[in-house]
């Protein structure tokens, strides 16, 4: 946190986290108000402690991130110079009648003003001075004007955040046909003069204007405002150009090779392994010093002539104007690709790393393209504030379709309001979302460096879920990641099992949204319906895509029974080419035929080409008053109807492709009778299936698997336990299984790949166990609080009472972990024998638990049931039983807002008034004891 760092702190800081369960961090300076403390970002002394923090990690086993730059957001920094930072083509207009001589300075252009406001002061010069002349060019001046409409936009100067700011669209839209312009709005290309060799240094032209009325533009290349951030004071430059590698290597020169040289040689596969580019929120750059020659060599004619259409001018007509806009968001989308991702990627390998990336947010390119390069895809949830739940779908179609078996995502992002009052208990419900989503390396925001040990400690402001030592029960968290790393581990396993794969519209800038209708849920959570589903770009069906005993393959392992084509009348010609091939080797494909190609490349005869391609496999161009299937080849290409009917609509219902595959004879993966939530992976030795309660309250309800023949299994990755599930029912390659999940409960259904017998619906074989309460151990209790953090040494509790309805201040307000200790018996005739499995069930609790019973630690208990098995702990007499609870922070800071001439809390943010009301804390029981009817357990071994 911008200077405030500590040897002692990073050793305390990743020990913690090594003791937790944490096997990753990202280690990133940010700037977000605290104070400056005193070791500057990139000094030696910094540098001495980013060694420390890698060769910690590499003793404590832990995987260490870099981010690409200071902040969060980019790659860039004070050594960035003007001339290799990110740019935009800008011009001015002057204007002249002739026939006469011309000698004139032309003005100097301003750059454009920055998307996120002010350029800081440090950069204010560096921003303002730096141009480069390109291009003089002049034409006859239309009589009529008529500005491309969101120019901006189309000619990437601005690309707003498409997850804080509404109304920003996921991809633009390329019709068939344009509205016309009006008669002399577009400049013939024909007519446009370069007259660039005229302009001399001083900025002075020398022309003879010819007859009539002409405009002349002067095109220079300027900063586009993006600056390092939120990054900390040190560390604030300008960010490097995107599209040019030799300013992309300077800035690693300047800031990870002089790390590599200072960490030394480091260990294999723990350490520092890996480099990241988080969340793009650079803005859009349209111009880099050799964009005019990769233009041509990509799209095959010289871009200079429509170099007036970057500031919305018409050139030729509308649509060519359009389709030249298209083509330069398309080469600046390959460029983010080729010459920022994949070239960082390629440094990587030179020096031992592998590459994660967040392709979303500001990005002008295609997300899709741009995180395929990554060796760990990425997208992020929030657990207040934006919801950016489009980006984990992505992140994880990605990850399926190219074959990498893991899906990270920045988890868990907190915003003003979070304020600590979030524990894993109240996080479990999103959690499983995004591990049905595809998430499987959660990466929490935010574990702040604490260089000191007051509590809770330096934070990072409001933002984040505050995930670090300086939590209250912070002890306890490791119960919680190992449900988290039982669950990761599991769904790595294998390949995920789709049906539909979405093809995104061509062009950039491009986010993958599947239709609303094959998820419920809420917008924020949104959990995908019975066939599955994953998005693909055009590129990545092009290059990698076959087909495969009637599905879509991909080389990683990814299989899909239906295509579904974006509600889009434009096509390349190779797009149009790969589906036919596709479809003729026996893919099941859905959408209409396009009708043109959104290109300028090979115009106008690109179109005739699109349309000759399309006839062939579509049948014809004139859509069938029903939805039926074409044959091609041996697929078929199903369109007509109501299918992509209304225009709004990218891609038809869910209800129209779980139509086309029923009548394939497929089956819904999953169903239920309940609110639940899946996922499902395959491996060559078992169906794994993730099941989740959506809701707070317990769910009973049959679950319909598409598996046939084996006998399920019910994987409990809360408990760790693995045991039989002797109730189903199989029939027409389906098996039924009764399901009973707690509020919010989880389990894996796991079937093994054997023979399964028929299934015997007795009592004795009920796939849950029937728990009944047989004592309750009502009170007194000692209680013991911390008092280190205000707490009493030592309390009589005659009943379990929430700690705010105390009389004493110093248990109202606490915050922290107490201790309650009681001593009983078993209750007589209750235990059937030793072998009679004993729980000791808690109640209620605010908000985590840890049980030991005789010494013996049973282990905590973070989400319902608030249950423990004691069974080899207990004794029939002289039990002596110990319950640790933890509540959270909000307590105590109001207490110190009340009392502020002796504060508990040690903190840089301090959201609490005396006035806040407080949170419930401690254990409000009833504390029972219980036994349980258990269903078959499988071999010891197994488990």
Partial sequence: MDGNLSREGMTRDLEAMKAAGLGHVLFLEVNVGVPRGSVNFLSDAWQDLFAHAVHESERLGIELMLGSGPGWAGSGGPWVKPGDSMQHLVASKVEAQGPVPFSEKLPVPPPRKPFFGPVPREIQTPWSEFYKDVAVLAFPTPPVSEMIPDVDEKALVYRPPFTSQPGVRPNFPSPAQYPPEAAGV?????????????????GTLDWQVPPGKWTVMRFVSRNNGAVTRPAPQPGLGLECDKWDTAAFDAHLRNYVDKLIARVGPREPGRGWTMLHI??????????????????????????????????????????????????????GSELNVEKHAEHLKEFGRRHRFTLSIEPYDMHPGNDFDFGAVADLPMGEFWSLGFNSSFSCQQASSIAHVMGRPVVGAESFTGAPGEDWQLFPGSMKNQGDWALAVGINRFTYHTFAHKPDAGRPGMVMGPYGVHWDRGQTWWPMADAYHRYITRCQYILRQGRTVSDVLYLMPEGAPNVFQPPASASDGDARLPDRRGFNYDGCSSTALIKLASVSKGRIVFPGGASYALLVLPNRPTMTPALVEKIGVLARAGAAVVGPPPLKSP?????????????????????????????????????????GGTVNSDAADLYPAYDVTAGILAAQGLAPDFASSGPLRYTHRSTPDREIYFVANRTGEP?????????????????????????????YHSSGGLTSVPLQLDAFGSGFVIFPHRRAVAATRTAAQSNFATFKPIGTLDGPWDVAFDTSLGGPAHAQFETLVDWTARPEPEIQYFSGIALYRKSFDLPQGGVADDKTPVYLDLGTVHSMARVRVNGQDCGVVWTPPWRVDITRSVKPTGNHLEIEVANLWPNRMIGDAKFPEKPITQTTYRPYKASHALLPSGLLGPVRIETAETVPALPANRQ
């Avoid at 577009?186 to 240094?201: G, N």
């Fill in 186 to 202: 577009a400049v013939p290309p024909d007519r446009i003069i370069d007259l660039t060799a005229r302009l001399k240094p001083d």
């Fill in 278 to 331: 988080d969340s793009w929120e650079m803005g859009a750059q349209n111009w880099t010093p050799r964009f005019r020659e990769e233009f041509q060599r990509r799209r095959g004619y010289d871009p200079q002539s429509f170099y007036p259409a970057l500031v919305g001018q018409m050139v030729g007509s509308r649509e060519q104007t359009e389709r030249f806009l298209w083509d330069l968001r398309q080469t």
């Fill in 599 to 639: 290109s300028l490349v090979g115009y106008p005869a690109c179109d005739r080409e699109v349309a000759t391609r399309a006839q062939a496999v579509w049948g014809g161009m004139s859509a069938p008053t029903t939805l039926i299937p074409h044959r091609c080849g041996k697929g078929q290409v199903f369109w």
């Fill in 699 to 727: 769910v009973r309800a049959i679950g319909t698997f598409r598996v046939a023949g084996q006998v399920p299994e019910l994987w409990d990755a809360v408990t760790g336990t693995i045991r039989a599930l002797p109730e």
